[in-house]
């Protein structure tokens, strides 16, 4: 970790709003977080937190209704920001019609590769994830681990310094899931900044230097994965425990 | 370049494979190749049936083709979440709309030509039939070297998509609609060869596309300012809501204040102007197709706002 941070964000607050400007509701209410470059970061929070909404206002996709957002320094929507990421989407959202081979390339092409690189990042990628073999098949035909490992490489075509990855191991088994930590391993230790957000406590445990926790919109708890598990009684459990502890007392507090 | 090209790309497959695309060509190409057979029914003059069949096709189906393919390549991207997946990298916005909007522009054209070939030979087949008819009192020797050609071609280019599908598994649909389109300027051309000994000449055929294509220019850019239209407003409404504005569109065009803005497709219909022998050229032709060209970059602009101010949730 060099401290430069990737992603800053300042008392940021997000309240989505009905047709006539209503609020309907408060996803965000005020955070502060930092990502430094080379963190495996790990946005953490139970259902509705707000770590979605978090994702999709540092990618620009949402607007926020207060605070900042800096990408690389520079505003999210900025294209020399945007171009220096790559992002993994909650669902694995693909063209059912194309192969898993021009997914790879209509995501090589919607990042500027030429067309040498594309074929060379494609072909290896694909390798990478144990896909040669099924490269000219339709990913709608694909089965959800297929599909996450063909998002996985789309994400990855482009040489991205931050990988923003939500919920990457979501819906897949023990094996999917124990190659999905494997590749985020392999990612951090060849230097990439990983913003990642999952519920799969244990599995992040594993992968993640830095943890935020997020429960109701706020920023409950965080920390380095090594101190929290210095800190605690069961190792194993560690980030399970502190994140019971973080979130449970948030709702002790709202009760 | 490269992210539009990457963008119209996916969006001109992705409306080749669409099922209703597919039925669309191959119904258009089977109805505009049989007109010919209804030699009896002329309106006045021979040919005007089967070419202003061809014309109706282009703009029923044409309609049908641009408000559903702006709808999927435009709404449900976004419903899906591939438009957000898109636009998180380093794509802007307006160029995601343009660029979706030109793949699937891409394939109206490609219809409206294929169409135009078809129509051209369905139109040359019957004004040769009723040649026929008058000197010699029957009318298949003539209109069958058209008819087999057309048809003929038609139903060999959906046995080839079928064949490329079994042997190669390449998608039926787009196969099909790439072979189907590319079937009928063969056929044209395979039936000018057979007829070739047939009065009047079957080189006829050829001016007769081109006598056609500045009307079919105009109707394609009257159907392509429908798909703008439609991609524009998928980009906040759902398909039922663009299904509605598109059907609303298509009758208050008729009202005076609404025509300076909403697509007419009665501005696009030239095809009167060639009824009883009339000749239409490029020059009445051009200013029809620069308000064509103005409603599409206004549409598109509209369609860049409503989707630049639009949050993706």
Redesign the interface.
């Known amino acids: 970790m060099t401290g430069e941070a990737v992603v800053e964000i300042r008392n940021l607050a997000k309240t ?1 709003r009905d047709f006539w400007f209503r609020p309907l509701a408060a996803a965000l209410r005020g955070i502060d977080l930092s990502v430094a470059r080379g963190d495996v970061f790990g946005l953490l929070g139970p259902n509705g937190s707000g770590k979605s ?1 978090t994702i ?1 206002l540092i ?5 926020p209704s207060s605070g900042t957002v800096r990408l690389f320094g520079l505003p999210p929507r900025d ?1 020399r920001a ?2 220096r ?3 993994l ?1 909650e ?1 694995s ?3 059912p ?2 192969t898993a081979r ?1 997914t790879v ?10 067309r040498r690189t594309t074929r060379e990042r494609t072909d290896e990628l694909l390798a990478r994830m144990g896909l040669s073999a099924q490269a ?3 990913v709608g035909g694909f089965s959800k681990g297929m599909a996450r490992k063909v998002a996985f490489a ?1 994400a990855l075509v ?1 040489h991205p310094e931050l990988l ?1 990855l939500d919920e990457p191991t979501s819906g897949l088994d023990p094996l999917a899931t124990r190659d999905v930590k494997e590749l985020i391993r392999k990612l951090a230790a060849d230097g990439m900044t990983i913003l990642v957000t999952s519920h799969q406590l244990f599995d992040m445990q594993d992968v993640c230097s830095r943890v935020a926790i997020l429960s109701q919109g706020r920023v409950v708890g965080g920390g380095t994965v090594a101190d929290i598990v210095a800190k605690s009684t069961d190792p194993r459990h560690a980030l399970e425990d502190y994140f019971a502890a973080a979130v449970g007392a948030t709702s002790e507090e709202k009760a | 370049m ?2 539009f ?3 119209a ?2 969006a001109a ?2 409306s080749l ?1 669409e099922p209703l695309t597919a039925v669309l060509f191959l119904s258009g190409f089977a109805v505009t190749h049989l007109a010919p057979a209804f030699h009896y029914h002329q309106f006045g003059e021979s040919g005007r049936l089967a070419r202003e069949c061809g014309f109706s096709v282009l703009l029923v189906f044409g309609l049908v083709f641009a408000t559903g393919a702006a709808i999927r390549t435009i709404g449900r991207e976004i419903e ?3 438009a ?9 916005r307006t160029l995601f709309l343009a660029a979706r909007l030109a793949g699937v522009l891409a394939t109206l054209v490609l219809f409206a030509a294929a169409i135009a070939c078809a129509t051209a030979l369905a139109h040359g087949s019957s004004v040769l039939a009723a040649f026929a008819r008058s000197e010699h009192g029957t009318s298949a020797q003539a209109w069958g070297p058209g008819l087999a050609a057309g048809v003929g071609l038609t139903l060999a280019a959906l046995m080839l998509a079928a064949a490329a599908n079994r042997f190669l ?1 390449a ?1 039926f649909c ?1 196969t099909a609609c790439l072979a189907l389109a590319a079937a009928q300027p063969l056929a044209l051309v395979l039936a000018a060869l057979c007829g070739r000994d047939l009065p009047p000449s079957f080189a006829g055929f050829f001016a007769g596309l081109w006598s056609l294509l500045p009307a079919f220019a105009a109707l394609t850019v009257g159907c392509a300012v429908f798909v703008v239209f439609a991609g524009a407003l998928a980009t906040r409404l759902g398909a039922s809501s663009v299904t509605a504005a598109v059907a609303l569109a298509v009758v208050s065009a008729f009202v005076y204040p609404l025509r300076a803005v909403l697509p007419d497709i009665n501005r696009f219909w030239l095809v009167d102007r060639l009824a009883n022998g009339g000749v239409l050229g490029w020059p009445e032709v051009l200013p029809v197709l620069a308000a064509g060209l103005l409603l599409i970059a206004f549409w598109l602009a509209v369609g860049a706002i409503l989707l630049n101010r639009r ?3």
């Open positions: 989505f909404t999709k990618l620009g996709l949402l607007r294209r945007r171009v990421l790559g992002y989407p669902l959202c693909l063209h019609f194309l021009e390339r209509y995501y090589a092409g919607l990042s500027g590769l030429d000219n098949r339709a789309a482009a923003v | 490269r992210r090209l990457a963008l790309r996916t497959l992705e494979a899906s979440g591939t957000a997946a898109a636009l998180a990298l380093a794509v802007p598994n998608r787009r949050e993706l949730p």
